[in-house]
């Protein structure tokens, strides 16, 4: 008997199989070493593969697809659904070998190394920023237990760098002066890795075309439009910019029954990053929006009758959906005075 399709359920170590044939009978249900997989899947005709959305899932679904299999890659969310009863491996393989057949099942595109690399740079980059804060904050915490306190801001951070250097500044005991030192140089270390990062962006970003597209639209920057560039390689995956938006999360959340619609605040599912750097990207627009309000009538207007944060993220939305137009279908951003004229 051929096996057909196979629910693969992925882990660190020890890899879950759940395979049927054409009339939906269990073939195989066994577990696998990590060291097994491959030697197994080699062994097989070409099937229906379905695995989970989660770490290392896109590494071995180019592993599979290159011995021929074809794979299909779901979210863990939408799997969730088919689990019986108790969760164990078994069930979890059991449960992606009956989604991944389901016609309704929305698939994830499978990431190539490259594009992981590139992602990679923005996740490496978002790591590196936390930590800054990290020790930023620890520096004005150290620095105020002894009641020398400075602005907020670069300025105020310059100021603390510069008593902690001071070697005649009574103010600070041996000791402290030796333990923050060690964080102020840390502090350049990580503002060293960060500029090593973003000088990669920039060539990176350069070297794309739609990501210089993309550059073009209001509040996206150099970091946004690579971002968006190296994670959607393929905007036909979504219908419309609202589904682009949509999956970013940044749509309203439904609570509907009834007939009666209810629209929550935003659902925030997809990717976070994206939607950090456009709703951040999006403040940068609004306040230049305060300055020059006839420039930017909409959003004039929109902050007129809803809060700051909120017309953020509705301009968030917007800019979404002008990138997926611009990826989808070419050409830069024209500002709505120029595209009327």
């Given at each position: 008997?051929?096996?057909?399709?196979?629910?693969?359920?992925?882990?660190?170590?020890?890899?879950?199989?759940?395979?049927?044939?054409?009339?939906?009978?269990?073939?195989?249900?066994?577990?696998?070493?990590?060291?097994?997989?491959?030697?197994?899947?080699?062994?097989?005709?070409?099937?229906?593969?379905?695995?989970?959305?989660?770490?290392?899932?896109?590494?071995?679904?180019?592993?599979?697809?290159?011995?021929?299999?074809?794979?299909?890659?779901?979210?863990?969310?939408?799997?969730?659904?088919y689990v019986?009863?108790?969760?164990?491996?078994?069930?979890?393989?059991?449960?992606?070998?009956?989604?991944?057949?389901?016609?309704?099942?929305?698939?994830v595109q499978?990431?190539?190394?490259?594009?992981?690399?590139?992602?990679?740079?923005?996740?490496?980059?978002?790591l590196l920023?936390?930590?800054?804060?990290?020790?930023?904050?620890?520096?004005?915490?150290?620095?105020?237990?002894?009641?020398?306190?400075?602005?907020?801001?670069?300025?105020?951070?310059?100021?603390?760098?510069?008593?902690?250097?001071?070697?005649?500044?009574?103010?600070?005991?041996?000791?402290?002066?030796?333990?923050?030192?060690?964080?102020?140089?840390?502090?350049?270390?990580?503002?060293?890795?960060?500029?090593?990062?973003?000088?990669?962006?920039?060539?990176?970003?350069?070297?794309?075309?739609?990501?210089?597209?993309?550059?073009?639209?209001?509040?996206?920057?150099?970091?946004?439009?690579?971002?968006?560039?190296?994670?959607?390689?393929?905007?036909?995956?979504?219908?419309?910019?609202?589904?682009?938006?949509?999956?970013?999360?940044?749509?309203?959340?439904?609570?509907?029954?009834?007939?009666?619609?209810?629209?929550?605040?935003?659902?925030?599912?997809?990717?976070?990053?994206?939607?950090?750097?456009?709703?951040?990207?999006?403040?940068?627009?609004?306040?230049?929006?305060?300055?020059?309000?006839?420039?930017?009538?909409?959003?004039?207007?929109?902050?007129?009758?809803?809060?700051?944060?909120?017309?953020?993220?509705?301009?968030?939305?917007?800019?979404?959906?002008?990138?997926?137009?611009?990826?989808?279908?070419?050409?830069?951003?024209?500002?709505?005075?120029?595209?009327?004229?």
């Amino acid at each position: 008997m051929q096996i057909t399709t196979i629910g693969f359920d992925l882990a660190k170590n020890v890899f879950q199989v759940h395979g049927i044939d054409a009339t939906e009978k269990v073939i195989i249900r066994k577990p696998l070493r990590r060291g097994q997989v491959i030697k197994f899947f080699a062994g097989l005709s070409p099937c229906l593969v379905g695995m989970e959305a989660c770490a290392s899932a896109h590494y071995w679904a180019r592993e599979l697809t290159r011995l021929g299999h074809e794979v299909r890659l779901m979210p863990a969310k939408d799997v969730k659904a088919y689990v019986k009863r108790n969760k164990n491996d078994a069930a979890d393989a059991e449960a992606i070998c009956e989604a991944v057949r389901r016609p309704t099942m929305r698939f994830v595109q499978m990431k190539s190394a490259d594009q992981q690399g590139r992602l990679m740079q923005h996740r490496a980059r978002d790591l590196l920023l936390r930590q800054r804060t990290q020790v930023i904050n620890a520096l004005r915490a150290h620095l105020a237990e002894l009641g020398i306190v400075a602005a907020q801001g670069r300025e105020g951070l310059k100021e603390l760098l510069a008593i902690i250097a001071d070697e005649r500044d009574v103010r600070l005991p041996l000791n402290a002066r030796t333990s923050l030192i060690v964080l102020a140089a840390q502090l350049q270390a990580l503002q060293t890795l960060i500029g090593s990062i973003e000088k990669r962006l920039v060539v990176q970003h350069r070297a794309n075309e739609a990501s210089k597209r993309l550059e073009s639209v209001p509040g996206i920057g150099i970091i946004g439009a690579s971002a968006i560039a190296a994670t959607v390689t393929d905007p036909k995956v979504f219908r419309s910019g609202r589904d682009f938006a949509a999956w970013i999360g940044l749509v309203p959340r439904q609570d509907s029954t009834g007939g009666k619609q209810k629209l929550g605040p935003i659902s925030k599912q997809g990717d976070r990053y994206l939607r950090r750097i456009l709703v951040v990207g999006a403040h940068s627009v609004l306040r230049r929006a305060k300055l020059n309000p006839e420039k930017y009538p909409w959003l004039t207007q929109l902050l007129a009758r809803r809060p700051f944060k909120v017309v953020a993220v509705a301009l968030a939305n917007k800019m979404a959906r002008v990138a997926w137009a611009l990826l989808a279908t070419g050409g830069t951003y024209r500002m709505p005075a120029l595209a009327a004229a």
